[in-house]
């Protein structure tokens, strides 16, 4: 019997308010486990080092509507006056493949993935308070006051919308929230739902 091979991929979710610390978390989840980054598409410019294909695809407004007029598109949002979006063929395709795909997007984008891929498992990062919250991103320094208070005031926003997802992640001690979401992620891809032909294999 091969158990292994009737195994679909998960798809695993993870949101954060920005100065959470989801990139940190999700790096270690990434170095531990194998794991696919789902690439977004996007219409904003690459910053740094950024390179399409990697990060995001980088698309012209126009090419990004047409593909989402097209239904191309697991999911998409407007985030801060960009368009956002998942192509879905290729999760599809991992997924059917027993390939774990990991999604960074915000509120709202997650909101309709839980629609178009029933199985996803959601997690949302919090920081412990707001006042830790507007400290860490004063102290990234990377952000104007206006920024901070924009980030702050949706923080606040996503938190209070966040009761929906599957596992609520505080990240105050980083080691404490890095095993919550190990754990998480570990009993996530005993679901039944990514086992279909489990029971059969077993049974005959
Ligand atoms: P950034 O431009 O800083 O890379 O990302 C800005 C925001 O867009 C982040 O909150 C990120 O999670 C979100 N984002 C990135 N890709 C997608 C996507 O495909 N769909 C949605 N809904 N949000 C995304």
């Not at 707001?130 to 990234?140: A, C, I």
């Not at 609520?168 to 190990?182: C, F, G, M, S, T």
């Amino acid at each position: 019997m091969n158990t292994q091979e009737s195994r679909r991929g998960l798809p695993l979710v993870i949101c954060a308010p920005s100065g959470a610390g989801k990139t940190t978390l999700v790096n270690r989840l990434t170095a531990e486990f194998s794991l696919d980054f789902s690439v977004s598409c996007t219409t904003r410019a690459p910053r740094g080092a950024e390179r399409d294909g990697v990060e995001y695809f980088f698309l012209s407004r126009e090419t990004f509507l047409e593909r989402r007029d097209r239904g191309e598109f697991a999911e998409w949002a407007e985030v801060h006056g960009n368009f956002y979006g998942t192509p879905l063929q290729p999760v599809r395709e991992h997924l059917a493949e027993g390939r774990d795909m990991l999604f960074d997007i915000d509120v709202q984008g997650a909101a309709q993935l839980a629609l178009t891929l029933p199985e996803a498992r959601f997690v949302f990062i919090l920081p412990p308070s707001l006042e830790v919250l507007e400290q860490r991103l004063r102290g990234r320094g990377t952000d104007g006051e206006d920024a901070i208070r924009l980030r702050l005031a949706n923080a606040r926003k996503e938190i209070m919308e966040s009761h929906w997802f599957h596992a609520l992640i505080v990240n105050d001690d980083l080691d404490q929230a890095y095993d919550e979401l190990r754990a998480f992620y570990v009993a996530s891809r005993l679901h039944p739902s990514l086992r279909p032909r489990l029971a059969r294999a077993v049974c005959g």
